[in-house]
């Protein structure tokens, strides 16, 4: 593995579902990210993690769940999807310290039918 | 409420110089980022200001004037390559990234 990487790549779901996204990296950075891009808007965090073990809300975070069990991985749950989240989903990763530079994954795309 | 603010589209020339204006409101201040985006990727790191003035890194650079809430991306000797989305982000008194929609910018031969 090098840098961040994502799973599923991409995803139809049928509404109600439940689904986890995964991500992963190897940088040992303590901070993590999820956002999600929608077309004519910009980036929109969802959840954070400042350290393994610790989690944030971010601005839209309703529908959604994370966990950070140890520091390589993120996983972002939606508990039961619906059309609205349907969307490019985003995590990313930096260091704690200097000015953070957010290093990005491949993103997934998800469609919620 | 905390807002950025840059064009939607613009269109330059190969070889030419465009500039790529932002302006921000936002809850505190910690540094503007300029990221570029080609379509189906992911956004990948080009500049941070956090002093007013100008950084120059290759054939980009970025300016930034705090008291103006302004910044701007400075794309010189354009090549096809860089067609792409350029997003520009401020980091606020949380330390998160607030992001705008992005500038997408087409060059034409």
């Known amino acids: 593995i090098a840098g961040i990487t994502q799973a599923p790549t991409s995803q139809i779901l049928a509404a109600g579902r439940r689904m986890t996204l995964r991500c992963t990296q190897d940088?040992?950075?303590?901070?993590m990210y999820w956002y999600r891009q929608d077309l004519g808007l910009g980036l929109r965090l969802i959840h954070y993690?400042?350290?393994?073990?610790?989690?944030g809300k971010g601005e839209v975070p309703d529908g959604y769940s994370v966990s950070r069990a140890n520091t390589d991985d993120f996983p972002l749950t939606l508990a039961s999807a619906v059309p609205s989240q349907t969307s490019v989903y985003f995590c990313?990763?930096?260091?704690?310290?200097?000015?953070?530079?957010?290093?990005f994954g491949p993103g997934t795309r998800l469609t919620v039918l | 409420g905390q807002n950025i603010d840059q064009p939607t589209e613009m269109t330059a020339t190969e070889g030419a110089i465009v500039q790529i204006n932002c302006t921000y409101q936002t809850s505190g201040f910690n540094g503007l980022f300029w990221y570029q985006q080609h379509a189906g990727e992911a956004p990948t790191f080009l500049s941070y200001?956090?002093l007013d003035g100008l950084e120059e890194k290759g054939r980009f650079s970025s300016f930034l004037s705090r008291s103006k809430g302004y910044s701007y991306l400075l794309l010189k000797e354009l090549q096809m390559k860089d067609s792409a989305s350029y997003l520009c982000a401020v980091m606020d008194s949380n330390y998160q990234l607030i992001w705008g929609a992005g500038t997408k910018l087409i060059i034409k031969p």
């Open positions: 200001n956090v």
């Open positions: 993690s400042n350290t393994a073990g610790t989690t």
């Open positions: 990313a990763s930096s260091d704690t310290g200097g000015y953070n530079e957010q290093f």
């Open positions: 940088m040992r950075h303590n901070a």
